[in-house]
């Protein structure tokens, strides 16, 4: 892993830093619950994907001109090469990245930093070095684009939206009437997109203490009121806020004018209520003809004041207890996740399993949670921008179905962070979308594909299926031929792209991209040889040409004339023919078979192929008692090999034991045999002899049985049968 000076960096650019927040702004866990929790990147190391608009295009911002340096570094070219020629090795590009900034030279740093943000764009530490790097020389411009850029790319970190955040306030003219408005725009779209992240205390925190920066105090209750109904990890501190903000303003100054008039009627007349029942006791202990003292009418008291934020609190109370109780249905899912962040180092499996059972359990609720239409959309109206109200309002059940799975996608595109390079929860995520949204899957596959599994041929070709499946052939076609650019010489990849020819009609580019693929790989016989088989099949089955099959298969043999799965397709071709032309054929075809260089196993099944197809098809005893003979002739050169590899090293003549002790011995010579006149049937066994020998004319049986031939022993090499439907 690079380092930044000699220090330990992580994934994502950042230093790191302590695990541990500070006692005072970490709440204890919620009852009956599990110990503290804790950051594992220092300050919300979360970095995040998309939630709302996975369509992002990658980062393409374009380098500078104006401002080029002459030169590039020494050692700049070297490095950029072994990062490009490696492109998958995260340290090359640190080690770029390392050398530049100890260059400080400002073109080799956007060069470098462009082309490795496109390749690993989750990396927000990074993000927010080049937006340093850009400021430093004095481009704000650029630098507020780069924020702008990484923010479409990981919408999620809590840390990039602070530092755009921090970066605008920096270097907007705040005495602008239109500066304050920009601001709470951004604020706005942080938290839409960030804010119902479990870690996005520190974003709201920021939004609240800017509007009491600004004298608005109405708008920073309103903020704290929205932010009590999100499930964070310091929830409690946000309504510890609430009360104090309410305390040290009128509650006129920072409740909404419809709220603040509902409670202020609604505490006068319990008053009023309250000061007549009180009036009457007095009046019965008044001495006689001592009037009531005057109040007067229209004031505001003190005490109505306090009553006034009793009524407050107690409607804010419900909602934090119901927000206390999600927090607690979260806080072992959170526990669990040690890696919120990208890293390319792998995750282990008690991660992998954390994080696909909180997807699960936020599924389930999902499920729950539609049942029930009268349950309050709280954290819906946490993001909606509204004004604090007097009472929670309920949400129909569309509302509530769309919160609920607004939060599963949140959740899936934080595991998309720290599990961006496992094909698997993409996938999820994919089927997740899918009976929603087609063009939403199709998004998730564009990222997954495009940017972050580039070399994994299995999710591509899910992709391809995907697009076929919906009817875009043009796109499932794009989708396979740049994962062919990609990954050359794939044999599943060339095949996936004929078999969706085919199935589109188009039989000729079907037959068009085997025939390429055979003409490619004549430099590897086996996959050669693999390639002619396809296309062989190709032309007799569908093409109904057997004579081009025959030639591939030929041609094919003279590369690799010791394949014998080349051999046993053109006998498959031979046989399936019309018997009164095929004779010959097989003949020459097992003939070419014998005289290769071929396993005596092999060899054998030929021979049985060839007695076989005489039994079933030839028009004289004559050919059929010729071609036996010659079946045994060879059964006599090669049985041999063969008896031995089944009956081990054993002599004929070697003793056996019986179940006395005694030695017994197994005579090898056969009694006399009946005359040589073959028949249909086998003739009885004879003991002490080689049933494969001396089992007559039509002891061949069952050949087609063996499973080297019924299957041709393909050795899966090249997985082809495997990812061709996304897994259930």
Known sequence: MAAEGCEEMSGNGELEE?????????????????????????????AAEAPVDPDTAPFSLPPATEDEEGELPADFERLWKVAHDNPQDFTTWTDLLQYC?????????????????????????????????????????????????????????????????????GTLDMNLPDSPARIRRVFEDAVAAAGLDFHSDRLWDLYIEW????????????????????????????????????????????????????????????????????????????????????????????????????????????????????????WHFEDAIKRPYFHVKPLDRVQLRAWHSYLDWEIAQLSTDTKDPDQVDQSQEA???????????????????????HRVRILFERCLIACALYEEFWTRYVHYLEPQSVDEARAVYRRACEVHLMYKPNIHMQWATFEERHGDLTEAR?????????????????????????RAGQLDQSEALLQEAVTESKEKPMLHAFYSIKLARLLLKLGRNPSRARRVLQEALEISPDNDKLHLNLLELEVSGEPWTSTEAVQECVTRALAAPLAPHTKILFSQRRLQYAEDYSNSIQSVLSVYEEHQKLLNELGGTKREAENGDEDPEKLSKSEDGS??????????????????????????TDMSSQAGYGGYSNWYQQPQYGNYNYQNTWNYNQGYYPPS
């Open 18 to 46: 302590s695990s541990a927040m500070e006692d005072a702004e970490v709440p204890a866990p919620p009852p009956i619950e599990m110990a503290e929790m804790s950051e594992e990147n220092g300050s919300a190391t979360l």
């Open 663 to 688: 030695a017994v011995a197994v005579s090898a010579q056969v009694p006399p045999t009946m005359p040589h006149v073959p028949i249909t049937t086998p003739p009885p066994p004879v003991m002490g």
């Open 211 to 330: 509007e009491k920066e600004q004298g608005n105090m109405k708008n920073a209750a309103s903020v704290l009121d929205r932010v009590l109904k999100v499930p964070t990890q310091v929830y409690n501190t946000h309504y510890d806020k609430f009360k104090a903000h309410l305390s040290s303003h009128e509650p006129k100054d920072v409740l909404s004018s419809e709220e603040y008039e509902e409670l202020r009627t609604l505490c006068r007349q319990s008053q009023k209520a309250e000061r007549a029942e009180q009036a009457q006791e007095e009046e019965e202990e008044r001495p006689p003809g001592e009037e009531e003292p005057a109040t007067p009418e229209g004031t505001d008291t003190e005490e109505l004041m306090q009553k006034i934020r009793e009524q407050v609190l107690l409607h804010r109370d419900k909602v934090y207890q119901d927000n206390e109780g999600e927090v607690r249905k979260r």
């Open 101 to 169: 900034e100890q260059e400080s030279h400002i073109t080799a740093s956007r060069r470098a930093l462009v082309a490795f943000l496109a390749r690993y764009p989750l990396c927000y530490g990074y993000w927010k070095k080049f937006a340093d790097l850009e400021r430093r020389a004095g481009y704000n411009d650029k630098a507020e684009e780069v924020c702008v850029q990484g923010l479409q790319a990981i919408p999620l970190s809590v840390d990039l939206w602070i530092h755009y955040i921090n970066l605008l306030l």
């Open 478 to 502: 794009r989708v396979l031929e740049d994962l062919e650019k990609t990954l050359p010489g794939l044999a599943v990849v060339r095949l996936r792209r004929a078999a969706l020819e085919r």
């Open 383 to 405: 993001t909606d921008g509204s004004e604090v109200s007097a009472q929670p309002q309920e949400g129909s059940e569309e509302a509530t179905v769309a919160h609920d799975d």
